[in-house]
Every structure is written in structure tokens, then in C-alpha cells.
């Protein structure tokens, strides 16, 4: 982080400027291959296919070979799936319910926990997931999954029926309920999933990208001594910040899985 | 004297202030209320979520809406 960031400034000194803070340019790099078709190939999809190799590689290793009792890399597995079966399938949608959507939970857990903890690893700096394109696939996923769990439960129309007309409410109130009910299952939600990641990701990324080039502009760019003294400071925030980024990473990965066994278990309860 | 800049800024950070305090009442609520019987903590965090997810849109709208208009 700090070579590219130096590297920046010393490119921005040679043309004279003074503190480059982060922009959006940030998030679309340069493109490596195949530039200006639909299979361009930049830093960020570099750093998402690494996250995916290192996910597949990790549960490769522990279901390599499956025994009753495990071995280390086994029990990790374990630990990792029972963690999103226990602690947000089971409590969410019940016990054979939840056994069903582990599997899936699992994928969007681990997929999201994957693509946003590379934003702070060393020499990869970037969340996969501070562009739009993952937070959508997966919000796509959780969306057709709510869907298909409603449908497979109760039938097509009962779904829609239970979704968009909730029952208990005298009928002349489903005229402002229904179409506030419709824009916020099928369109808010996915929407806000998208967005909460989005945001989150690249609020961090800025936030620790101003962080450690302040340092970098106050210890060597800024002319008097209390300047480069307070570059002891943005490195501290950096060093704050990057713990932070951490739990934010993990939090919003658990968010993402908790909000959609939560809109499974809206879809699949009947009345 | 003259300011400039982007008045969606001043827009999207009022808009934080609505979405912020429900969140605080939610949280603090469902912190209350696990107080008081620990053994829903279950049932309790998951409506807290729901809860959050809706409330929290608010504040994403806003956000999205200062990139669209």
C-alpha cells in the first residue's frame, strides 16, 4: 500500500502537485487484458478470481478427505459451516428448513466474506467487493433464492398473495399497503443488499487509502517538522482503521447472510 | 461571501440523521429487551435485522439518490 501510494506521489511531485487524496478513479484501474470488450481484465478482477482461488482452495482442503472423525483441516471446515448452519440458518428458519439453505447461505457468506477481507490484505488493497458487479451477483442470488423458497413453499399465487396482501388488514388499506409491500420485497430489497455492501466497501477502501497517503504526503512531501510529526497520527488512524476494515468486512458479510435467511423466512412462513 | 460545492453532499448527510437516530432506538431497544430475558436473544436479534434492513434503506436511498440526481 504504501509503494503504490509513494509510487503515486512521486509521479504527482515530478508534475509538482501537492496531496492526492483518494478518488473513484481508484476503483477502475487501467485495464491488462482484452481492453474495451465485456472480458476486460483489471486489477480488481485479478484481486476477485485470487479471493475465489483461495475460497475453493480452503474448502478443498477440508473436504478432501471426509472422515467421521475429523482432522485439522476437517474440523476448520466444520467450525466454518456450522457457524453459518447454527448460528444463522438454524435460528433463522428452524431446524430441517434451515439444513435445506445452508448450503446456499454458506456460498453468500464465504463468497462475501472472501471478496471484502482482500481490502486489507497487503498487496492486494482492494475489497473485490467495491465494485458494483459482486454485490449484485449476489444479491441477485439471495433474491432468486427468497423467490424460489417462497414459490417451492406455498405455490406461485399464495406466495404473491402472502407477500403482497398480509393478512389481518381491512381491505380498503391493502389500496396504499399492496404497492408499498410490491417496492419493497421485490425491489428494495435487493437494492438495499447491493448497495449496503457497495457502500461499505468503498467508504472503507477510501478511508484507509486517505489514511495512509497523508502519511505518505506528511512524512516525505510536507515542508515543516510538525507536518511530519502528524503523519505519526494518520498512520496510527491507518493502523485503527485497518482493524476496523477488518470488522466491518466480516460484519457486513454476516449481515448479507443474516438478511437473507431472514427474507427465506418471510417467504417460506405461512399464516 | 460565496461557498461552492455540491449541495448533495449537505442533502445526503441531513438524510444520515433520520435513519441514525431509528437505528440507535432498535438497537438500544433490542438491548433491552435481551436484557431483560436472555433466553430470546434468538428470536430477538433476528427481528432486529429485519428491522435494520428496512430502516437502514432509507439511508441507502439517499445515499443512491445523490449519485442519480
Known sequence: ?271 | MEITGDIATIGYGLATIGPGIGMGILVGKTQEAVARQPELAGPLRINMFIGMALVEALGLIGLAAGFVF
Open chain 1, 1 to 271: 500500500m504504501l509503494t503504490s501510494s509513494t509510487s503515486a506521489v512521486v509521479l504527482a511531485a515530478e508534475e509538482g502537485g501537492g496531496f492526492h487524496g483518494p478518488t473513484l478513479a481508484d476503483f477502475f484501474p487501467p485495464a491488462v487484458l482484452f481492453e474495451g470488450t465485456i472480458f476486460e481484465f483489471n486489477r480488481i478482477a485479478l484481486v476477485r478470481l485470487i479471493a475465489t482461488a483461495m475460497l475453493v482452495l480452503f474448502f478443498w482442503l477440508a473436504a478432501r478427505r471426509v472422515r467421521l472423525v475429523p482432522g485439522r483441516a476437517q474440523s476448520m471446515g466444520e467450525l466454518a459451516v456450522d457457524f453459518v448452519r447454527k448460528g444463522i440458518a438454524e435460528e433463522s428458519l428452524g431446524r430441517e428448513i434451515g439444513r435445506r439453505y445452508t448450503p446456499v447461505l454458506v456460498v453468500i457468506f464465504f463468497g462475501v466474506l472472501f471478496m471484502n477481507i482482500t481490502g486489507i490484505i497487503p498487496f492486494l488493497n482492494i475489497a473485490g467487493s467495491s465494485v458494483i458487479g459482486l454485490p449484485l451477483v449476489f444479491a441477485l442470488l439471495s433474491y432468486v433464492t427468497f423467490i424460489v423458497a417462497g414459490v417451492r413453499a406455498q405455490g406461485g399465487g399464495h406466495f404473491l398473495k402472502s407477500q403482497l396482501f398480509p393478512p389481518g388488514v381491512p381491505w380498503p388499506i391493502y389500496l396504499i399497503l399492496t404497492p408499498i409491500e410490491f417496492l419493497s420485497t421485490f425491489i428494495i430489497r435487493p437494492a438495499t443488499l447491493t448497495v449496503r455492501l457497495l457502500a461499505n466497501m468503498l467508504a472503507g477502501h477510501l478511508l484507509l487509502v486517505l489514511c495512509f497517503a497523508a502519511t505518505n504526503y506528511l512524512f516525505f512531501e510536507a515542508s515543516s517538522l510538525g507536518l511530519n510529526l502528524a503523519g505519526i497520527g494518520t498512520l496510527a488512524a491507518g493502523f485503527a482503521f485497518t482493524l476496523f476494515e477488518i470488522f466491518v468486512a466480516v460484519l457486513q458479510a454476516y449481515v448479507f447472510t443474516v438478511l437473507t435467511a431472514v427474507y427465506i423466512q418471510l417467504s417460506v412462513e405461512s399464516h
